[in-house]
């Protein structure tokens, strides 16, 4: 162990000076400038790497292109859903994106994401999209207070197992941002404020489930899902919006047969 | 901006409509020409003399594959949205579904 640590550096460093000094390959970059009702795409060339992220891309040409360049991250290690951008018209995190996977003949696309309002260049506005999230009845009520004692949580119990099956989203807007019903229905709740929904609707410890079903069942609700199933394709996460916001369409439905019934 | 769509879930989803909408456009067309027998024999009988022809054979192969999209990509959507069911799951029954109508139907071919 203590002696591959030498090798590495080295192996880092002659790969560092191979980068400054052998820099025949450059990138040609196309970035969205400006709001979403004035702008167009500027070409930026930035020195290619063997090893890049188009987070990367975007970080070089704020330091050494254009300072003007507006753009959003901050943990660089897909944790903090903050960096998503369209990549070739695609929605990705772009610090989890190698240049690489995306590039087509040394040439990138990168735009603010879709549906969403754009503030400037790379940075879109998220209200409406956390505004969605809570609207879906997604901000946590605990079912116990600090006094109470911990209630167990069986991690092997159905209800359980659907619950943590989205409790790893990062709120980056990729699903939203991939969705065609959000973009053909503007009131419509969202993959992502949906699954939080069904996720809460099985958290044994959240305190207002009765609450989630009318929020998620009216007119942005769950039945406008189409099942096109982009949110699942394009979950950073591999997660499954579709399938949850399915179990609330079954939920749904369930719960207006017992008052039809009852 | 339009992100890439073409990914199967996508595809199956446009499949569905346009196939259901084509058929919505048959249909009206379907019980005019029904109407015929009715109001005007003889139109009928040239009609269905014109049916004969080799394009309306393959209009009419358009139309069993538009039908029988439609129902099973309907059947999938109830299936994805209704049974809480593990995708394998739902592949193994789809697969059993598919070679059950490929056995059948070549069953009920040679009866015919």
Not at chain 1, 121 to 132: E, G, I, Q, S, Y
Not at chain 1, 204 to 220: E, N, P, W
Not at chain 2, 3 to 25: E, I, K, M, N, Y
Not at chain 2, 60 to 66: M, R, T
């Given at each position: 162990m203590l002696a591959s640590i030498p090798v590495r550096l080295w192996e880092h460093a002659a790969g560092w000076e191979a980068g400054l000094t052998q820099d025949t390959t450059v990138l040609e970059v196309s970035v969205w400038r400006g709001t979403a009702l004035d702008?167009?795409?500027?070409?930026?060339?930035?020195?290619?790497?063997e090893n890049q992220t188009i987070l990367d891309v975007v970080s070089w040409i704020q330091q050494y292109a254009d300072a003007s360049l507006t753009y959003r991250f901050a943990c660089r290690v897909g944790m903090c859903g903050s960096c998503a951008m369209m990549v070739?018209?695609?929605?990705?995190?772009t610090c989890r994106t190698h240049v690489k996977k995306v590039l087509k003949d040394r040439r990138v696309r990168i735009g603010p994401l879709r549906n969403l309002p754009v503030i400037k260049d790379l940075a879109v506005?998220?209200?409406?999209?956390?505004?969605?999230?809570?609207?879906?009845?997604g901000a946590h009520v605990p079912s116990a207070g600090r006094g109470d004692p911990i209630p167990a949580v069986d991690p092997e119990e159905s209800a359980r197992v659907k619950a943590s099956a989205g409790i790893e989203c990062i709120?980056?807007?990729i699903c939203?941002?991939?969705?065609?019903?959000?973009a053909g229905n503007p009131d419509y709740l969202g993959p992502a404020a949906l699954q939080r929904a069904w996720t809460l609707l099985n958290d044994a410890k959240h305190?207002?489930?009765?609450?989630?079903?009318?929020?998620?069942?009216?007119?942005?609700?769950?039945?406008?899902?189409?099942?096109?199933?982009s949110c699942t394709v394009f979950c950073p996460n591999d997660l499954d919006p579709m399938s949850a916001i399915a179990g609330l369409k079954r939920e749904t439905a369930r719960g207006f047969f017992r008052r039809r019934g009852g | 901006m339009r992100p890439a769509r073409a990914h199967p879930l996508w595809l199956a989803f446009v499949l569905h409509r346009t196939s259901g909408l084509a058929l919505a456009l048959f249909?009206?067309?379907?019980?005019?020409?029904?109407?015929?027998a009715l109001t005007q024999p003889e139109r009928l009988d040239a009609f269905l003399s014109f049916t004969e022809q080799p394009i309306v054979k393959l209009a009419e192969f358009g139309l069993v594959f538009l039908l029988a999209v439609h129902m099973f990509g309907g059947l999938r959507l109830m299936a994805l949205e209704w049974l809480p069911?593990?995708?394998?799951?739902?592949?193994?029954?789809?697969g059993a579904v598919g070679i059950a109508v490929l056995i059948s139907g070549t069953f009920f071919l040679q009866v015919v």
């Amino acid at each position: 162990m203590l002696a591959s640590i030498p090798v590495r550096l080295w192996e880092h460093a002659a790969g560092w000076e191979a980068g400054l000094t052998q820099d025949t390959t450059v990138l040609e970059v196309s970035v969205w400038r400006g709001t979403a009702l004035d702008g167009a795409y500027e070409l930026f060339e930035v020195p290619a790497h063997e090893n890049q992220t188009i987070l990367d891309v975007v970080s070089w040409i704020q330091q050494y292109a254009d300072a003007s360049l507006t753009y959003r991250f901050a943990c660089r290690v897909g944790m903090c859903g903050s960096c998503a951008m369209m990549v070739n018209d695609q929605p990705r995190w772009t610090c989890r994106t190698h240049v690489k996977k995306v590039l087509k003949d040394r040439r990138v696309r990168i735009g603010p994401l879709r549906n969403l309002p754009v503030i400037k260049d790379l940075a879109v506005d998220m209200d409406r999209f956390f505004d969605k999230w809570v609207a879906a009845g997604g901000a946590h009520v605990p079912s116990a207070g600090r006094g109470d004692p911990i209630p167990a949580v069986d991690p092997e119990e159905s209800a359980r197992v659907k619950a943590s099956a989205g409790i790893e989203c990062i709120n980056c807007s990729i699903c939203y941002a991939a969705c065609d019903t959000v973009a053909g229905n503007p009131d419509y709740l969202g993959p992502a404020a949906l699954q939080r929904a069904w996720t809460l609707l099985n958290d044994a410890k959240h305190d207002a489930r009765a609450q989630i079903l009318d929020a998620v069942s009216g007119t942005g609700g769950c039945h406008n899902c189409h099942s096109m199933g982009s949110c699942t394709v394009f979950c950073p996460n591999d997660l499954d919006p579709m399938s949850a916001i399915a179990g609330l369409k079954r939920e749904t439905a369930r719960g207006f047969f017992r008052r039809r019934g009852g | 901006m339009r992100p890439a769509r073409a990914h199967p879930l996508w595809l199956a989803f446009v499949l569905h409509r346009t196939s259901g909408l084509a058929l919505a456009l048959f249909l009206p067309l379907h019980f005019w020409v029904l109407s015929l027998a009715l109001t005007q024999p003889e139109r009928l009988d040239a009609f269905l003399s014109f049916t004969e022809q080799p394009i309306v054979k393959l209009a009419e192969f358009g139309l069993v594959f538009l039908l029988a999209v439609h129902m099973f990509g309907g059947l999938r959507l109830m299936a994805l949205e209704w049974l809480p069911w593990s995708a394998p799951q739902k592949t193994l029954a789809a697969g059993a579904v598919g070679i059950a109508v490929l056995i059948s139907g070549t069953f009920f071919l040679q009866v015919v």
